[in-house]
């Protein structure tokens, strides 16, 4: 199995809701990452969790929350956002953190309103 | 800004021709380099990738070359075909970090 998923698919959320992007893999990688893409960008870095510990967050706001409950998952918890956070949440896996190939999820759409 | 950038935001061919598509780097300490394709409303796909103690690398209708000395990365595809079409983004890794993406080809095959 060599598959990220990720639901949902589609979100669209008021900006006082809170809600949450679920990600998963079982090819016992144990480096996880989120990203956000815009239209016609390329994907940005958020977070990276590395054997299931928060290593990289590159200075995202706080109304984005990361969690890894365990090996094979990984949240983001959105709370307050705003319309500019409207974008594409793409989840990746790799083998270990650093320079491996990166698997990545269909992505969720996200549209803040 | 990015350290990884492409040369040409969009590529169009006909069918059967031969891709190439260009990506620059300016950070010397990378000794990893990754293309992956995307398509439309997915997530990036896998193509090849390089490590820095190569200078060419294979797979399938597609071959990756680095020359380090210009800091340039290149994607050539053989053959090209519909499917093909896509954005190409080059990335970096750093010195082992998490990777770095440059700004992305538009690929479009005409047939």
């Known amino acids: 199995d060599t598959e990220v998923t990720q639901t949902p698919k589609h979100l669209v959320m008021g900006m006082t809701n809170k809600k949450s992007l679920k990600c998963e893999q079982h090819?016992?990688?144990?480096?996880m990452y989120w990203y956000k893409q815009k239209a016609k960008k390329p994907p940005e870095l958020m977070f990276v969790?590395?054997?299931?510990?928060?290593?990289i967050n590159e200075s995202v706001p706080s109304r984005f929350s990361p969690e890894c409950p365990n090996s094979s998952l990984l949240n983001l918890h959105l709370h307050a956002l705003q319309p500019e956070d409207s974008a594409l949440y793409l989840c990746?896996?790799?083998?270990?953190?650093?320079?491996?190939?990166?698997?990545f999820g269909p992505g969720t759409r996200l549209t803040v309103t | 800004g990015e350290s990884v950038g492409l040369h040409l935001p969009t590529l169009s061919v006909q069918e059967g021709d031969n891709s190439i598509i260009n990506c620059a780097y300016s950070n010397s300490a990378s000794d990893y380099f990754i293309w992956y394709k995307q398509e439309s409303g997915k997530g990036p796909q896998f193509i090849i990738d390089?490590?820095?103690?190569?200078d060419k690398r294979q797979g399938q209708r597609v071959t990756v070359l680095l020359n380090k000395t210009v800091k340039h990365l290149s994607l050539q595809i053989a053959a090209t075909q519909p499917g093909d079409s896509a954005v190409y983004f080059c990335a970096e890794s750093p010195a082992g970090t998490a990777l770095i993406f440059g700004k992305g080809t538009t690929l479009s095959v005409s047939s």
């Open positions: 390089i490590r820095s103690n190569m």
């Open positions: 969790y590395s054997y299931e510990k928060l290593s």
């Open positions: 090819m016992g990688h144990r480096a």
């Open positions: 990746a896996s790799s083998q270990a953190p650093g320079a491996y190939e990166q698997y």
